[in-house]
């Protein structure tokens, strides 16, 4: 089983940043693929970012340029890095962990970014 665990949401005004953090838990594999997605109220869950284990990376066309994820394979942590925050970047995170044809989720965290 694996368990993921967010971290680093919060209320941000615009232009500013914030890290979130997913910590992975129980048999992981180095080669899956994990990655954020985002779902804001009234809307479909989106993907915001993908890191493979070899470290390829995918974002979303809203958010290139301004986010950055990363991993840490040997803390089974990934990261996503928000600069130049926007009030339509506001929204629910969410971390997801794609292993042997197997989708996890985390809990989610809330990203508020308002003056």
């Known amino acids: 089983q694996v368990q993921l665990v967010e971290s680093g949401g919060g209320l941000v005004q615009p232009g500013g940043s914030l890290r979130l953090s997913c910590a992975a838990s129980?048999?992981?594999?180095?080669?899956?693929?994990m990655g954020w997605y985002r779902q804001a109220p009234g809307k479909q869950r989106e993907r915001v970012a993908v890191?493979?284990?070899?470290?390829?990376?995918n974002y979303a066309n809203s958010v290139k340029g301004r986010f950055t994820i990363s991993r840490d394979n040997a803390k089974s942590t990934v990261y996503l890095q928000m600069n130049s925050l926007k009030p339509e970047d506001t929204a629910v995170y969410y971390c997801?962990?794609?292993?042997?044809?197997?989708?996890?989720w985390g809990q989610g965290t809330q990203v508020t970014v308002s003056s």
């Open positions: 129980g048999s992981i594999f180095s080669l899956n693929a």
């Open positions: 890191i493979l284990g070899g470290g390829i990376t």
């Open positions: 997801n962990l794609v292993q042997r044809g197997d989708y996890y």
